[in-house]
């Protein structure tokens, strides 16, 4: 009861922007009270020093680990959960660079050149995952010196990154162009609810009347209700965190595939394999191969 209690807090974030200083920088551990399902008015850009994990930005789910560097639009729902033994904590899991939208197009007016950021700024609406080794390399050193200097300077070396960034090809829009964020903070209340509960037990024979139960609305409400705010129907969600825990046995143990499927909540083979194909393109067999072919590279 007391856990439920406490994914609670109000999910709506109030970024202290103080008035002297045009971003934010904070970092903090995990577990932490700001890790949790939820929203605010700025961009926050996201770096992960440590842990893995699955990330959740809009309607995309995924996995994380040291150097992910993500950058989210304004209210757009996210939250990062480390997998972690418990009672483990770690000291610094994240690093993270906040600042307005009103401070975005302030510099464009000034600016000229500021405007060519456009397009970069519309895919931050959906969140971008930056993917290039070398240029995360270079950002994980800017972010050092943003945390570490102030005034003048941290603006100077704020833009350096977002040049870097800007200019980086290799990259993955996060969320649906069909998900429209959801700024409500009773509607949130009851999400962060349902997901939290999904990613406890997506490995047991999980159903959406359960979940509905667990969050006090009829199947039939809650149905439309989840689709509407995730842009996926429940059972699509609960698959793509199945399918997104099989990849990390079938990559990092050795695993028998068919005890993989059961584990992680399937109890059909054939729709577990049907399931995998449709969302990574490739059998498990072949993701396993994929996977070993890439770690003996390394």
């Known amino acids: 009861m007391s856990s439920s ?45 440590a842990t893995s994990g699955k990330v959740f930005v809009g309607d995309y789910i995924g996995n994380f680990s040291p150097d992910s560097l993500i950058l989210v639009g304004p209210n757009l729902p996210h939250n990062w959960i480390s997998q972690l033994d418990k009672g483990e904590r770690v000291e610094l899991r994240d690093r993270v660079i906040n600042f307005s939208h009103e401070f975005v ?7 000229p050149e500021a405007r060519l950021l456009a397009p970069f700024w519309e ?27 102030g005034g003048f300077r941290r603006l100077t070396r704020f833009w350096t990154l977002i040049e870097l960034l800007a200019g980086i090809d290799d990259y993955r829009v996060l ?6 964020p959801i700024t409500d903070e009773k509607i949130l209340h009851r999400l962060n609810l349902a997901v939290n509960y999904i990613f406890e037990s997506y490995d047991t024979s999980i159903s959406l009347e359960e979940v509905a139960d667990h969050v006090n609305m009829g199947p039939t409400y ?4 989840f ?11 609960v698959n793509t965190l199945r399918i997104n825990k099989a990849c990390e046995h079938l990559a990092h ?3 028998p595939i068919t005890e993989i499927c059961f584990s992680v909540g399937f109890n059909n083979i ?28 390394g």
């Open 175 to 180: 969320s649906s162009s069909t998900y429209i």
């Open 253 to 255: 143990t050795d695993e």
């Open 222 to 225: 809650f149905s439309k209700f």
């Open 227 to 237: 689709r509407k705010a995730t842009g996926q129907r429940f059972i699509e969600f």
């Open 5 to 49: 209690k406490q994914r609670l807090q109000p999910e709506f974030e109030w970024v202290d922007q103080q008035g002297d200083e045009s971003i934010r920088y904070l970092d903090h551990g995990y577990p932490s009270p700001l890790v949790r399902w939820h929203y605010h008015e700025e961009y926050e850009l996201h770096l992960i020093t």
């Open 123 to 149: 895919r931050a609406q959906y969140g971008i995952e930056f993917l290039n080794p070398d240029s995360i390399a270079r950002a994980v050193e800017l972010f050092e010196d943003i945390a570490t200097s």
């Open 105 to 111: 197009k302030g510099c464009e007016s000034f600016f």
């Open 270 to 297: 054939a729709n577990f394999n049907r399931r995998f194909f449709h969302l990574k393109k490739m059998t498990p067999s072949d993701y396993r191969k994929a996977s070993m072919d890439v770690l003996y590279r």
